[in-house]
């Protein structure tokens, strides 16, 4: 799987190397996230795009895994199991 975020060190490298002037650099705490809990939380948000499109991750699936995945997640409503699996 490609990488698609710089490591800290990279950025910093490569910002001196285009001539800026790094003053300081911060990370969040591993348990402070962009996204909330409600977004986590939906059972429903890969059938979405635009749910899709707030993860990163989702630009690495394949139409074909997607389409699998959203049968998957509409059998498991269905079937009344996708709620426990969730969460």
């Not at 001539?19 to 059972?43: V, Y």
């Not at 699936?61 to 995945?69: F, G, H, P, Q, W």
Request: proline fraction near 3%; glycine fraction near 6%; charged fraction near 35%.
């Amino acid at each position: 799987m490609e990488k698609k975020v710089p490591s800290k060190l990279d950025m910093t490298d490569a910002l001196e190397e285009a001539g800026f002037d790094i003053l300081f650099t911060t990370t969040s705490p591993k348990d402070e996230g962009i996204m909330h809990d409600a977004f986590f939380q939906n059972r429903f948000g890969p059938l979405s795009k635009a749910w899709r499109r707030g993860e990163s991750f989702w630009s690495l699936v394949s139409k074909k895994e997607l389409a699998l995945v959203k049968s998957k997640i509409l059998e498991m409503e269905e079937e009344g199991v996708l709620e426990d699996y969730v969460f």
